[in-house]
């Protein structure tokens, strides 16, 4: 199972970054992967790994943390087996290594849990400069 993110980069604060995440393997070529719920999550230097963002398998209903809300959109393309999140107005404390996650089984309050994801990328660094 690979997931691969990718988009990460260094940006000024105000600006705008979209991360992708695309899945390959066994595991996603046996099963839909709009079956699957796909989350994002981030990891800031010295903290704990934080959920950011999921987006639900068939219904694809999203969630966000508080701190993103209204600033970063969770999507996919199950045609194409990938999941973006389209981050705006970015804050140096949005600075961190972003990875995602994928699940197929997980239940609506544990998408929030690092730890109900069975899969996960490499994970993709965003640095926001003031």
């Known amino acids: 199972v690979q997931l691969q993110a990718s988009g990460g980069g260094l940006v000024q604060a105000g600006g705008s970054l979209r991360l992708s995440c695309t899945a390959a393997?066994?595991?996603?070529?046996?099963?839909?992967?709009?079956?699957?719920?796909m989350g994002w999550f981030r990891q800031a230097p010295g903290k704990e790994r934080e959920f950011v963002a999921a987006i639900r398998a068939r219904g694809g209903s999203t969630h966000y943390a508080d701190s993103v809300k209204g600033r970063f959109t969770i999507s996919r393309d199950n045609a194409k087996n990938t999941v973006h999140l389209q981050m705006n107005s970015l804050k140096p404390g949005d600075t961190a290594v972003y990875y995602c996650?994928?699940?197929?089984?997980?239940?609506?309050?544990?998408?929030?849990?690092?730890?109900?994801?069975?899969?996960w990328g490499q994970g993709t660094l965003v640095t926001v400069s003031s």
């Open positions: 393997g066994l595991t996603f070529s046996s099963a839909s992967f709009g079956s699957y719920t």
């Open positions: 996650a994928a699940d197929r089984n997980i239940i609506l309050s544990s998408l929030r849990t690092d730890e109900q994801y069975d899969y």
